[in-house]
């Protein structure tokens, strides 16, 4: 396993959550990373990406202000700090990876997926 998510679980409306994701690999401390979702009979949607060094980060609308992604190379490790949690955001979360310069949106961008982790928010 190349991408290990975890942090998941089950939260009220309004609680908070941090999703971290473990890359098995140095090599990805040069990758562009980043959190895609998908709900119950919805496809896959992007929700944020940060780049290699961590200066450059991108939020689907959805998420923005509520959100945060960063990383810490030295752990070879991706996080998404979720606030303010709503029902909608009720997905598999999945780690992504790619060798790109710039963080992408769309999911075929993305090379490496990792198995995903249930975030349920409850009303």
């Known amino acids: 396993v190349q991408l290990q998510a975890s942090g998941g679980g089950l939260v009220q409306a309004g609680g908070s959550l941090r999703l971290s994701c473990a890359a098995s690999r140095r090599a990805f401390n040069s990758a562009v990373m980043g959190w895609f979702r998908q709900a119950p009979g919805k496809e896959r949607e992007f929700v944020s990406a940060?780049?290699?060094?961590?200066?450059?980060?991108t939020y689907a609308d959805s998420v923005k202000g509520r959100f945060t992604i960063s990383r810490d190379n030295a752990k070879n490790t991706v996080y998404l700090q979720m606030n303010s949690l709503r029902p909608e955001d009720t997905a598999v979360y999945y780690c992504v990876a790619t060798f790109s310069s710039i963080p992408p949106v769309v999911a075929g961008q993305y090379d490496y997926w990792g198995q995903g982790t249930q975030v349920t928010v409850s009303s």
């Open positions: 940060i780049s290699w060094g961590g200066g450059s980060t």
